[in-house]
């Protein structure tokens, strides 16, 4: 936002408990000012003039506060104080693009790209919370430290509940809608209307609609064509869909946002990424266009079939034939596999030791909102959906609450709970829109705090996020794109918001990520052509052990709930689950699960969870080591439409 100027003596210096240092000017508001919040640090006070209803004003802003939203500055209260109504919300850091356009020149190539995608991100998520903004401008989009902010949401909605005028404008008529100007309040189609406008600013300098006086930029607005003439390559085209007259004609917000980044469905990438079959970005054309623009994604496709921890996702998983047709195209790290660490012990099965766990028959059924998905539950089920994303527009993602409800947490990010349910990692399939580096977003639920840590530097993309077991450590793989490997791993301490990358001795395929061993060590699947095991990492990336006789691990939920035992695909390859003990390597079952059936992970120590497909969806049921079906878990008429979690219920 503007640098603040000094206070004048009219202006006050405390209002409702927030310090004032400095003010700004703002036409829309009476005052608008620079505060310290009681609990420490900034935000920006915006007292509207009085003689409000204070209900009327209260219902208008309570839904606004404490909705998060990737790119928006966040609303953090509001209320009525002496009888002046006012709202709070948080301070960015920036110039606006108002000013930065004169002052630095106008955008182009990537750097337009990522304010395009940036800003039309934050405005997909504000109307997924069903507000719409009402106000997008130059002046209201800030170029923040950590890429484009959208200020002043709420604003409109705040002065709506104070105006007892017939109708109020609040934004420039050259931003706004032709629905807008005619007196129609603003809903989600204006608000596109007004980021294309203020697109063609940043790429020109001038509103599309600009003319001589008020009066004549209205009249362009109503009935000219937009001047898209110095926009370049195909962001144009969208722009100009963008600017249509009729509401009706203009596409919604997650529609531009998924053809800006040059891709309008995630599910099959995230099919094929499953699979084994891993696609990267293509190379760049010569000279602009959508091509180039898609490789702002990254390697996003890559981490919506992520397998982390004891979960499962609902997405085909590797299976061993395409796992070794996969290996032979890639030695690890060009290199032999590992030489054995510990004699290959008799792979005869072997009865487990632990007491037989009784699966209870389901007594609630879930309905997940969007979806036709059914999850069948029982109380004292020790594994329950913890979260689900919606493998479509607009690609939301839910967290289980402790109350049993889902909320959105996040919008194209796989959502990650750790065991003990204090953080969520939130790993974006977007890549590089606002910097360099790829990231991941921690959340604390019960707080609300949430912050992002740098992980590794383009082109290498961190996925596949998995939690240890306490909840201290959050583990990604680092996947190489160009090579269609993964490298090595990175490890995130949420305390000290760090992380520290490490390559790995061996490199391999991206479809067998690092995971966390129960007792906190770093494994992974290997293939050397020949055979196919398991290796166990030290923190320096260097082999500490290697089980080659084992068969192929699935994804990154390999391990019991005690930890004791671990499942894979069984050597000879014929779909059947072999269970080994962690600590020797001795096989103690042979599992023969339904046909088709994929292995997804563990539900107590005697049963795991497989992915049977029926007809065009699928069911997970639960299988125990003796090979009987026990029951559903949940029903998936249309395997399409949502990636499931499972987690271990996080104590209370």
């Known amino acids: 936002m503007p640098h603040a100027a000094p206070l004048t003596p009219a202006d006050p210096r405390e209002f409702a408990g927030y310090r004032i ?51 928006v500055a966040q609303v953090l209260g509001g209320g009525v104080h002496d009888g002046r109504p006012y709202l709070v919300s948080e ?88 629905e807008q100007l005619g007196g129609s309040p603003p809903g989600p189609a204006a608000d596109v209307f007004a980021w294309a406008a203020t697109m063609v600013f940043a790429a020109t300098g001038v509103s599309p609609f600009a003319a001589g006086t008020v009066a004549m930029t209205i009249n362009r607005v109503l009935r000219d064509e937009p001047n898209l003439t110095a926009v370049p390559g195909e962001l144009g085209s969208v722009l100009a869909e963008c600017l249509a007259k009729d509401p009706a004609d203009r596409p919604a917000a997650g529609a531009v946002l998924m053809r800006l980044i040059g891709e309008s469905s995630l599910l099959q ?60 195209a890639v030695t690890p790290g060009g290199s032999p596999a590992p030489a054995p660490t510990a004699a290959q012990p008799v792979t005869t099965a072997q009865p487990t030791t632990a007491a037989w766990a009784k699966v209870e028959k389901p007594t609630s059924e879930v309905e997940l909102a969007g979806t036709s998905v059914t999850v069948h539950e029982h109380p004292s089920d020790p594994v329950k959906l913890s979260t689900y994303l919606l493998a479509k527009q607009p690609f939301t993602s839910y967290l289980r609450e402790r109350s049993g409800n889902f909320r959105q947490v996040g919008t194209a990010e796989q959502a990650v709970p750790s065991p003990d349910g204090r953080w969520v990692a939130l790993n974006p399939f977007i890549k590089f829109v606002e910097a360099d580096h790829d990231r991941v977003r921690l959340s604390n639920p019960s707080t609300g705090e949430q912050f992002t840590v740098a992980t590794v530097e383009k082109p290498l993309q961190t996925t596949f996020p998995v939690w240890s077991r306490d909840g201290s450590r959050l583990l990604l793989s680092i996947h190489d794109p160009e090579k269609e490997l993964i490298t090595g791993f990175v490890l995130v301490d949420p305390v000290s918001r760090t992380a520290t990358a490490v390559q790995a001795e061996y490199f391999d395929h991206a479809a067998r990520p690092f995971t966390f061993m129960p007792d906190g060590r770093i494994a992974r699947g290997f293939s050397d052509g020949k055979r196919i095991g398991i290796n166990v990492y030290d923190t320096s990336g260097r082999v500490a052990r290697s089980m ?33 003990s962690t600590a020797e390597g001795e096989r103690r079952a042979t599992i023969t699960p339904p046909a ?57």
């Open 21 to 71: 240092t400095g003010r700004f000017d703002d036409p829309r508001s009476e005052g608008t000012y620079l505060a310290e919040a009681p609990s420490g640090g900034q935000a920006v006070i915006r007292i509207l003039s009085g003689g409000a209803d204070p209900d009327r004003f209260l219902q208008a802003v309570e839904p606004l506060r404490g909705v998060s939203a990737f790119g």
């Open 91 to 178: 301070h960015v850091e920036g110039p606006a693009l108002a000013e930065a356009v004169p002052a630095d020149g106008t955008l182009r190539g990537a750097a337009l790209d990522r304010l395009a995608i940036g800003a039309m991100a934050a405005l997909a998520a504000v109307h997924r919370t069903g507000v719409v903004h009402g106000d997008i401008r130059p002046e209201t989009v800030v170029l923040g430290p950590d890429g484009p902010v959208v200020t002043d949401f709420g604003l409109v909605q705040a002065l709506g509940a104070v105006d007892t005028g017939p109708t109020r404008s609040v934004g420039l008529p050259a931003y706004q809608a032709p």
């Open 269 to 328: 990438a995230a099919t094929a990424i499953a699979t084994g079959q891993v696609p990267h970005p293509p190379a760049p054309p010569p000279r602009g266009g959508r091509r180039r623009r898609a490789l702002l994604l990254g390697g996003a496709f890559l981490a919506v079939a992520g397998v982390a921890g004891a979960a499962v996702y609902l997405v085909a998983p590797p299976r061993p034939a395409e796992i070794r047709q996969a290996a032979a």
């Open 548 to 580: 080659h006789w084992v068969g192929g691990p699935q994804g990154t939920s390999w391990f019991s709930p005690s930890g004791a035992l671990f499942a894979t695909y069984c050597p000879r390859g014929d779909g059947s689950i072999c269970v080994w």
């Open 596 to 652: 088709k059936a994929q292995l997804d992970g563990w539900f107590n120590e005697q049963h795991v969870i497989v992915r049977v497909p029926h007809k065009k969806g699928a069911r997970l049921q639960l299988v125990g080591l003796d090979g009987a079906v026990e029951r559903v878990l949940a029903d998936v008429p249309r395997e399409d439409e949502a990636f499931l979690r499972f987690d271990p219920v996080a104590p209370k």
